[in-house]
């Protein structure tokens, strides 16, 4: 009886040798793939996370680009007023000028052809008043070219102003043109490791341009351009920046990396 019990004991612990051991393989393996779901879900939050910055930062970056172009429609406004001024400053300087030269002229004339009544008596004093008054007069014609001089160096001023202010607004909106780049993958060479996307030259790609590739809210990875024709652009794809398990796919939009690139 003794043997009988001691062998089913022996039984029984080797039936729970075995169970515990298989026991212990599950809750390692659980463990292991408890830990691998947790880094995948946090390298997933960082990848969210990333996306989420850089589209609040191309947002920010535009609304502060689309506010300097404001404030240059704004100047060039008060540039062209104060142009427009200017003009009509220096038209009203250019007809006193030409009011006080005709008038210049006549005194001139007088005093060479006397009109009919003048006698000997009173030729000296009316001589000397007309003399008297062509001296202020050419003093008047004077300070007038003096003006119109200084108008006109406003005016040129004033031009040269809004030049540049035109010239500015311009490239300003060039750049933001430029920056608002959104293109498409149209073909993507898996074997060779390249892509071709439907825009160059055209939406002002250069070789030194950055590009990301996205999909949805997702940045799938980054291109290095190969070649830039004027509506088509050759990349190879940086695959250390694909994240894990995507690749790319035509379709996928296609970004400026950064606005101010």
Request: glycine share 4%; net charge neutral.
């Amino acid at each position: 009886m003794t043997k009988v019990l001691l062998l089913l004991s022996a039984v029984v612990m080797a039936v729970a040798c075995f169970f515990s051991y298989q026991n212990r393989t599950t809750f390692v393996q659980t463990r292991k793939d408890y830990n691998d779901n947790t880094t995948k879900i946090s390298l997933e939050m960082k990848a969210l996370s990333s996306i989420e910055s850089d589209l609040n930062n191309v947002g920010t970056q535009r609304d502060s680009m689309k506010g300097e172009l404001e404030q240059e429609d704004e100047r060039l406004a008060q540039s062209k007023i104060k142009l427009k001024n200017a003009q009509s400053e220096n038209e009203r300087t250019a007809a006193d000028l030409a009011s006080t030269q005709a008038e210049t002229k006549d005194l001139k004339d007088k005093t060479t052809n006397f009109p009919a009544g003048v006698t000997l008596e009173t030729i000296a004093e009316d001589i000397n008043k007309l003399k008297q008054s062509v001296a202020d007069n050419e003093l008047k014609v004077g300070k007038l070219k003096e003006e119109t001089t200084s108008k006109e160096k406003e005016l040129k001023k004033e031009v040269a102003e809004q030049d540049e202010v035109t010239k500015r607004l311009e490239e300003r909106k060039k750049m933001f043109q430029r920056n608002s780049l959104t293109s498409t993958v149209v073909a993507v060479n898996n074997d060779w490791g390249f892509v071709v996307i439907d825009g160059g030259r055209n939406q002002g790609i250069t070789t030194d341009t950055r590009l990301i590739i996205t999909r949805g809210s997702q940045t799938v990875g980054k291109l290095s351009i190969v070649s830039v024709e004027n509506n088509k652009t050759v990349a190879n794809i940086i695959h250390k920046s694909l994240h894990k398990g995507i690749s790319v796919a035509p379709g996928d939009k296609v970004i400026l990396e950064s606005l101010y690139q």
